[in-house]
């Protein structure tokens, strides 16, 4: 950012009390650029402040957890607003690979035995609940949904050594996210 006294003639520069104003009027500058740059965040879901998304939420009429964090309000709020009928397989699909990412799950419907199955990657356990209530929304009664996390697999752990490994828990192994 260009200082404001970059503005001014050269001999207001010398004068003590232009100086002070200037840094007074930078620091005013910032805080007005900072608000412009929040106000266009605001306008998408990805990119919006709490104060957005807790605008978003109340017209969607969403309470968010006490837990929640700032991701999983977006997620939830996303789910919420990008609902649209008639719901199919092909926007079921759809509101997945957005929601979470074309690599992000498995979903597979088996029509003959009327069962669809999906297993959420780790990364989005926090997502579990609302994908859960989406299909539940999204897909026929007389489907029987399985909502399920992926856990981790042995061709993902078998990437460390044991010593690395040993520093964990069998749960922990199994069900967090491990870098």
Same mark, same amino acid.
């Given at each position: 950012?260009? /200082?404001?006294r970059e503005y001014w003639p050269?001999?207001?520069? $010398?004068?003590?009390?232009?100086?002070?104003?200037?840094?007074?009027?930078?620091?005013?500058?910032?805080?007005?650029?900072?608000?412009?740059?929040?106000?266009?965040?605001?306008?998408?879901?990805? @990119?919006?402040?709490?104060?957005?998304?807790?605008?978003?939420?109340?017209?969607?009429?969403?309470? /968010?957890?006490?837990?929640?964090?700032? $991701? =999983?309000?977006?997620?939830?709020?996303?789910?919420?607003?990008?609902?649209?009928? /008639?719901? @199919?397989?092909? $926007?079921?699909?759809?509101?997945?690979?957005?929601?979470?990412?074309?690599?992000?799950? *498995?979903? *597979?419907?088996?029509?003959?035995?009327? @069962?669809?199955?999906?297993?959420?990657?780790?990364?989005?356990?926090?997502?579990?609940?609302?994908?859960?209530?989406?299909?539940?929304?999204?897909? /026929?009664?007389?489907?029987?949904? @399985?909502? $399920?996390?992926? !856990?981790?697999?042995?061709?993902?752990?078998?990437?460390?050594?044991?010593?690395?490994?040993?520093?964990?828990? !069998? !749960?922990?192994?199994?069900?967090?996210?491990? =870098?």
């Amino acid at each position: 950012m260009i /200082p404001i006294r970059e503005y001014w003639p050269d001999f207001l520069s $010398e004068f003590k009390e232009f100086q002070e104003i200037s840094n007074t009027d930078n620091i005013e500058i910032s805080l007005i650029r900072q608000a412009v740059a929040d106000l266009l965040n605001v306008q998408f879901i990805q @990119t919006a402040t709490e104060n957005g998304i807790a605008r978003r939420e109340k017209m969607l009429t969403i309470t /968010p957890f006490a837990n929640d964090d700032l $991701e =999983s309000r977006r997620f939830r709020v996303q789910a919420k607003w990008n609902d649209k009928l /008639p719901y @199919t397989y092909r $926007e079921l699909v759809d509101k997945m690979n957005n929601l979470c990412g074309e690599n992000g799950y *498995v979903m *597979v419907l088996n029509s003959n035995l009327y @069962t669809l199955n999906i297993k959420l990657e780790l990364i989005n356990r926090r997502m579990f609940n609302e994908i859960e209530k989406i299909t539940r929304k999204m897909v /026929p009664a007389n489907i029987i949904i @399985t909502v $399920e996390l992926r !856990y981790n697999q042995h061709l993902k752990l078998a990437n460390f050594t044991h010593g690395q490994l040993a520093a964990y828990s !069998y !749960y922990q192994l199994k069900s967090e996210v491990i =870098s």
